[in-house]
């Protein structure tokens, strides 16, 4: 199997080539490139050469890879994403389609910025079982697993049992969805279901007990005929009336213990080992935080020579890093840097963290824009990226930056109007080195690229 990316005036596209020869004419092409499967990528296919190749638009999307890329899997996704494998199962049932032709991969899952919607990539010239896919799918969650959402920890292996088995249905994941929902859901379908079954046995038993009274007291007319038919009439709905709400009371109580019983059940018996995990996990981190509280009140003593700091003393030292005089200067060597750009603008000293920098061009009234973290999402949404760069032209996720332990790493996003480096258009697949001095277009955004850790 070949990979590649392509990018042209109507989006960016992903390329899969070089798989099971298969006739031009083969039902499960016709179908794929004929219908828009919900759940699956728009694909068209070209040939070239004698090579087949299918073209899918992954425009404005990002892969499960690169989203997950050093986080952790949150049980909202989760559940997104089995919902959408799920679905997919019953697209291929209903369009009579090989499921093996899926693509498991996270490379070739993709999801958009909002994390609402994923397709996948069908390929009918696949060579790989949706089982072995399946499990390799499931291996790759459980490494990313955050252990701290219990219900992703249940999500996770209870998928993970499931791609073990011999057995794997749309509606056994669609039954593991709803055990996970079911606490949120319990208490309406419980007593739903509760009263509905109370309704039917009281009726049964009421129909029983009018019976069992009324050949009672046809018995006892025939002894006692002194007394009113009014009397006795009046008697029997009595009894009657006690008995049902008598039973109905049993009926109840029982009810409501289940219903308790049911309620007291929680995760730990669920998840067994991974519960202790967790509770020795939480224990050790409480340590670690009590133990850094310790040695940050000792190191301000020690600072400060336990005499009373004002507030601008605190702020400086947290923001420099170093230690501050014991009077306010009016201007530190080192400790401010001034930059006349048409008009006075004071520029705080770099911090520790920084690894470079992205200085806009041009630069007046702009700032610059520090980058700390290995690796970093740039784009306009704010709930997806981790750097946001508020122009309409950007895409919500548009350019990823990967640090290498010298430099940072581009790769564009299959963003819609591209990223550029010194003039040159980045390509969807293609992961460019950044040297110092480079020139970096992100959109309609122009910025220079700067190591700081040299000068550090």
């Not at 989006?11 to 919900?38: D, F, H, K, T, W």
């Not at 369009?95 to 919607?117: C, S």
Request: net charge negative.
């Amino acid at each position: 199997m070949k990979t590649g990316y392509r990018r042209d005036m109507y989006g960016n596209y992903l390329i899969l080539s070089e798989g099971e020869s298969l006739p031009c004419e083969a039902y499960q092409i016709r179908m794929l490139v004929i219908n828009e499967i919900p759940g699956f990528l728009p694909c068209h296919v070209h040939e070239m050469d004698g090579c087949r190749l299918f073209y899918y638009n992954v425009t404005s999307r990002q892969s499960l890879q690169t989203i997950q890329d050093h986080k952790q899997m949150q049980s909202g996704l989760l559940e997104l994403l089995f919902q959408a494998v799920s679905d997919a199962l019953e697209q291929c049932a209903e369009y009579l389609l090989d499921a093996d032709g899926l693509m498991l991969r996270p490379e070739y899952i993709f999801v958009n910025p909002e994390k609402t919607d994923v397709r996948f990539c069908y390929w009918p010239e696949n060579d790989e079982n949706f089982r072995e896919q399946l499990r390799a799918l499931a291996e790759y969650l459980l490494t990313l697993l955050d252990h701290e959402d219990r219900r992703a920890v249940f999500l996770g292996y209870e998928f993970y049992r499931l791609s073990m088995g011999d057995e794997f249905t749309a509606d056994a994941l669609h039954a593991l969805l709803r055990e996970c929902r079911q606490p949120v859901e319990q208490k309406e379908s419980t007593a739903i279901a509760v009263e509905k079954n109370l309704d039917e046995e009281l009726a049964q038993q009421a129909d029983y007990e009018n019976e069992f009274f009324d050949c009672e007291e046809d018995k006892r007319e025939k002894k006692k005929p002194g007394r009113r038919n009014g009397e006795r009439t009046g008697e029997r709905t009595d009894r009657r009336f006690a008995g049902i709400l008598f039973a109905r009371w049993k009926k109840i109580k029982k009810a409501k213990k289940k219903e308790k019983k049911r309620e007291e059940q929680s995760l730990e018996e669920l998840l067994g080992e991974e519960w202790e995990k967790q509770t020795i996990l939480e224990e050790m981190e409480q340590q670690e935080a009590e133990s850094r509280e310790g040695m940050a009140a000792e190191n301000e003593e020690t600072l400060y020579g336990g005499r009373e700091t004002s507030e601008w003393e605190r702020r400086s030292v947290a923001e420099g890093g170093g230690h501050v005089p014991h009077t306010e200067p009016e201007d530190d060597e080192g400790a401010f840097e001034t930059v006349f750009l048409g008009e006075a603008r004071v520029m705080k000293k770099q911090t520790i963290s920084e690894k470079a920098i992205l200085i806009p061009q041009p630069e007046y009234g702009k700032s610059v824009i520090a980058l700390e973290n290995d690796s970093i999402l740039i784009g306009k949404s704010r709930r997806a990226a981790d750097l946001v760069l508020p122009s309409p032209a950007v895409s919500r996720i548009h350019v990823r930056m990967l640090w290498d332990g010298e430099t940072y790493r581009m790769e564009d996003q299959n963003s819609r109007n591209g990223t550029r480096v010194n003039g040159e258009l980045l390509q969807s697949d293609e992961l460019y080195a950044l040297r110092d001095g480079d020139v970096v277009e992100i959109a309609d955004l122009k910025y220079i690229y700067r190591l700081v850790c040299e000068e550090k």
